[in-house]
């Protein structure tokens, strides 16, 4: 640890303008932290070290404590604003998503140190917002290379993307993703460089490598490395763009602003939906438009805003029962659109302390998976349905619940699973002092799978 001949005055008047503590602002930095994989003891002796200049933060925290200042004040904080001096990294800003899906994906295979460090930030989920479309197709346009591609060399970037989803789904995110990431960037991102005999195949194409990005980012946040996936869904958003600026970029739009939900951090993911919405209203399905009202709907019940979540659950009941065109791909990859709104539509019941109706929208979401394709969706939607029995203090059915998801969870190499796995232990060891009955066997099996 470097030491500083002077008191880091930046990063202390940064903290003064939060009125934030030293010990809440260390609880904040290891939460932060945990959503990207690392388990830290920041403490606020810690923070009072860098304060004085007597110590800096190492490795990635800080990263995690511009983050974490960035959440209490609302606003982008980088680390040079509060007298860091941030690492020597690659960069991961390059104009070109083509270029950025290859350096992604190379740096994922050679397990190259900037992706590996990366962290999820609140303003990377409004990158859309910002984003320049029509610029970076004048710079794709001018850089089309000599190698023609064509409808087979799409196919197999589509045939490819579904069979590793499916595996996703039964085995985990763990489960073939270096195997992804060089195909994306040894194959898939460097076809786009080709030229197409017509632009409805080069759309094509740019669909099917956004579909592919997807799914690496999607296998990041399964292992619970947020910048990482984080990084992928920006890139897949660009490439949409580029395929589809309407229904497809839309999509995207709500992948980062569903990774964004499940680390509770809402913030700009109103905004988001709102700007996906407004892009894919007109331009997509029944089933694409539901999987957009009901995001909708969590970003509001995220923010305390139940009426508007309301509405938004009405209107994704509404869309599901239309059907006036095909379902696209790219969202068909999170399954049965009437299981997922069922699903999601009990998670904003739950930020909404609505349990019983929470409980209701699992045992339906249940129905409408199938339990061998999507295992892991079984798995998980077992642990929240035992979550809201638990809540209405219905232990024993609780207990069944979570002996369920843990034994389709076994075999499963997903981040996601070993944090629900954590969650219910201290209700289990309330369940085991009462003498709840399968309580104390649930509770080694749980202790096993963590092992």
């Keep these: 640890m470097a030491a500083q001949r002077e008191p880091n005055s930046r990063l202390r008047e940064t903290i003064d303008a939060t009125r934030c503590t030293y010990e809440a ?7 932060v932290a945990a959503e990207n994989g690392e388990i830290l ?31 209490r004040a609302g606003r982008t904080i980088t680390q040079t604003e509060i007298g860091l001096r941030a690492p020597v990294t690659e960069a991961t800003d390059e104009p070109d998503p083509v270029l950025a899906a290859t350096d992604l994906g190379r740096a994922d295979v050679e397990r190259r140190r900037f992706l590996a460090v990366a962290a999820f930030t609140t303003a990377g989920v409004a990158m859309p917002l910002a984003y320049d479309h029509e610029a970076t197709a ?24 579904a069979a590793f989803s499916a595996a996703d789904e039964r085995l985990g995110g763990g489960h073939g993703l270096t195997t992804v990431t060089a195909y994306l960037a040894d194959t898939a991102a460097p076809m786009l460089r080709g030229r197409f005999p ?28 947020e ?32 990774q964004a939900l499940s680390l509770k951090q809402p913030h700009h993911c109103v905004d988001l939906v709102e700007g996906a919405l407004a892009r894919g209203l007109g331009h997509v399905d029944g089933q694409t438009e539901a ?4 995001t909708h709907a969590r970003a509001y019940a995220a923010v305390g805003e139940k009426n508007s979540a309301a509405r938004a659950l009405l209107a994704a009941e509404d869309a599901l029962l239309r059907d006036d065109r095909p379902q696209p791909s790219f969202s068909r990859v999170s399954g049965p659109a009437a299981g997922t709104v069922a699903s999601h539509t009990a998670r904003t019941l739950t930020d909404l302390a609505d349990h019983i109706g929470t409980e209701q929208q699992h045992r339906d979401a249940l129905v409408r998976w199938d339990p061998e394709r999507y295992k892991r969706v079984h798995a998980l939607t077992y642990a929240d349905l035992g979550d809201s ?33 954590t969650s219910l232990r201290s209700t289990l060891a309330i369940y085991q002092r009462r003498k709840v009955p399968g309580a104390a066997e649930l509770a080694r099996r749980a202790c096993e799978a963590l092992a």
Excluded at 48 to 67: C, D, F, I, K, M
Excluded at 198 to 205: G, K, T, V
């Design 227 to 258: 910048g990482a996936a984080q990084r992928y869904y920006q890139v897949g958003y660009q490439l949409a763009c580029e395929a589809d600026p309407h229904g497809h970029a839309a999509w995207m739009m709500r992948a980062l602003a569903h």
């Design 291 to 294: 999987l957009l009202h009901i």
């Design 138 to 161: 004048r710079m794709l346009r001018t850089r089309t290379g000599k190698a023609i591609a064509g409808v087979e060399d799409v196919d197999v970037v589509r045939q490819i993307t």
């Design 25 to 31: 602002l260390a609880k904040d930095v290891r939460r």
């Design 389 to 421: 029995l638990a809540a209405q203090a219905r232990a024993d059915e609780a207990v069944a619940a979570w002996s369920q998801a843990l034994t389709l969870m076994e075999g499963m190499t997903s981040d996601r699973t070993r944090k629900a796995i």
């Design 41 to 71: 003891q920041t403490n606020k002796s810690a923070v009072s070290h860098w304060v004085n200049g007597t110590r800096q933060p190492t490795g990635r925290t800080g990263q995690y404590l511009a983050e974490a200042l960035s959440r």
């Design 198 to 225: 017509s632009e409805a195949l080069r759309r094509a194409a740019f669909s099917a490598v956004a579909e592919l990005a997807y799914l690496a980012g999607w296998k990041h946040h399964d292992l619970g490395q």
